[in-house]
């Protein structure tokens, strides 16, 4: 019995040593994994198609763009961060230009029927760099370039009419001539007879013998292989006759792209009342900002998104307002926004002055759920510490932080908000930092939702209603306390009100304990 109690003993410090060794492992896996994607993130910044994955918003504008073409939709997906003034305000700028274009009706016509000749372009990219790099191209190949040189000779005729200049498309007529020897101008290819007297007359051949029932298969059979390597060889001539236009093609492709691209952001700016934002060197200020998904939503619904105006300066500001006052959608829209900005498009803004950045750093949620093993206050804190490296190498961020430090206790993440803000602040870098918490005491910009307004609006207030009894504005705020409106909107909800009057019980105590 003793032998046997010992051995389950073991056994049992065996099991436990083993769980535990586990739980680390995964915390380890899950702390790398937590590291490295934060390191990804960073670097995938770089091109549109990660910003659709990182941004809250974002995949809701660009689909919401009215693209024609697969080659434009590829290419805008590898559209870079712009990182100078200069390129952002050429963006801006050819934006700007088009959206004229869309809102002179004497054009309709013919940017109708460009957009019609958009919808046949094909992403072709993989045939040009065949051309570009001297490959002899089969039937297939020809035929893309022969369609496609013929849909870029069409539109580049149609902006020329219509004297567009935003875009200009080179010549491909000398290409079309290659390909089309018969001058039929039509989306079509094979090894014509025209292309050589020699074939002509051996189809012709091949053509009798057959008709013939006395030919041998091997009379045939011979003619089929002379055939196969004659158009073999007048494939490598028209791939030799097609490979000094190569700049042309490429060029044609990127610029084609380029216009179905412009034309799809100038209707947007249009269809959302989207404005071209001014590019700032300090202050960057919103009028009027909105947040274009939530509007559309609400719109369903038949409610009203309101707009409101936020400055945000060098250094921290820290922004507070009860629960359901909109902070996060806040810190989503200016992310959206800087996003929209730095890729070139317009922003969802009356009015807008915006500063360039490096990068948006944008921290909100908790990724508990992709991270086993790891909980919620040590994710955040692994990307807060992120920012801090980014802060301290030097980087021009704008960095957005929704409830910093909510998973941890009150007197613990009110210091750590603190330090956040002073560090911030110290460093003068762009952020705006939500909270709860009531005593802030750091040296930065405050402001607060003005949230709940009794005389908003009249009638009884529901959680269906409740968005019109709230003013989303900001305004200045110079006390240390935040909003206490927990108790009313859980009673808007419907909790169960025994446990919400116990619960104003204990803060009643609470308020008396610290008046005393």
């Not at 001297?134 to 902006?159: G, T, Y």
């Not at 003005?450 to 009894?469: A, D, P, S, W, Y």
């Not at 306390?481 to 909107?489: L, Y």
């Amino acid at each position: 019995r003793i032998y046997s109690a010992t051995l389950l003993f073991l056994f049992s410090r065996a099991i436990n040593i083993l769980i535990y060794d586990l739980r680390f492992t995964i915390r380890n896996m899950s702390l790398v994994r937590l590291e490295s994607k934060i390191i990804k993130s960073k670097i995938n910044k770089v091109f549109l198609r990660s910003a659709i994955e990182e941004i809250n918003g974002f995949r809701f504008m660009i689909d919401k763009l009215e693209i024609q073409s697969g080659l434009a939709k590829r290419v805008l997906n590898t559209l870079p961060y712009l990182r100078t003034a200069e390129a952002i305000a050429q963006e801006l700028d050819k934006t700007e230009v088009t959206r004229n274009i869309l809102q002179t009706s004497e054009l309709t016509d013919t940017i109708t029927k460009i957009k019609v000749k958009l919808m046949q372009v094909k992403d072709i990219r993989g045939t040009a760099n065949r051309v570009t790099e001297s490959q002899v191209l089969d039937d297939i190949e020809l035929f893309e370039l022969k369609a496609f040189s013929l849909l870029a000779m069409e539109i580049r005729e149609l902006l020329l009419s219509a004297n567009i200049t935003v875009v200009s498309l080179p010549d491909l007529e000398p290409v079309v001539n290659i390909l089309d020897p018969e001058k039929m101008r039509i989306p079509h290819f094979y090894v014509y007879d025209a292309y050589s007297p020699e074939l002509a007359a051996l189809r012709a051949k091949m053509k009798t013998l057959k008709m013939d029932e006395k030919t041998e298969e091997r009379v045939l059979d011979q003619l089929q292989f002379e055939h196969t390597e004659l158009e073999d060889r007048i494939r490598e001539k028209l791939s030799e006759q097609i490979h000094p236009y190569k700049k042309e093609i490429n060029e044609a492709l990127v610029n084609t792209a380029t216009l179905d691209i412009l034309l799809a952001k100038a209707q947007q700016t249009i269809d959302m009342q989207l404005c071209k934002p001014e590019i700032s060197t300090s202050t960057t200020r919103y009028i009027k900002i909105f947040n274009p998904q939530v509007k559309e939503v609400l719109w369903q619904e038949g409610k009203k998104f309101q707009a409101i105006d936020i400055d945000i300066e060098q250094g921290a500001c820290l922004i507070t307002g009860a629960n359901m006052a909109g902070k996060s959608v806040i810190l989503k829209t200016v992310a959206l926004a800087q996003t929209l900005f730095q890729f070139g498009f317009y922003v969802p803004a009356e009015q807008a002055e915006i500063a360039l950045v490096d990068e948006v750093l944008l921290c909100i949620g908790d990724e508990q759920s992709e991270l086993s093993g790891l909980s919620s206050y040590a994710s955040e804190m692994l990307q807060v510490n992120a920012i801090v490296q980014d802060v301290k190498a030097g980087k021009n961020a704008l960095i957005l932080i929704d409830e910093l430090a909510r998973t941890t206790n009150p007197t613990e993440g009110k210091a750590i908000v603190n330090a956040m803000l002073d560090f911030l602040t110290d460093k003068g870098v762009r952020s705006l930092i939500t909270s709860h918490y009531s005593g802030i005491k750091a040296r930065c910009k405050k402001m607060r939702v003005k949230g709940f307004v009794k005389e908003h609006v009249q009638g009884q207030l529901t959680i269906n209603n409740i968005n019109e009894f709230i003013d989303y504005s900001l305004i200045e705020d110079t006390h240390d306390s935040v909003p206490q409106e927990a108790m009313r909107i859980a009673r808007i909800l419907g909790v169960d009100e025994e446990l919400l009057d116990k619960a104003e019980e204990f803060l009643d105590d609470e308020e008396k304990k610290n008046r005393n």
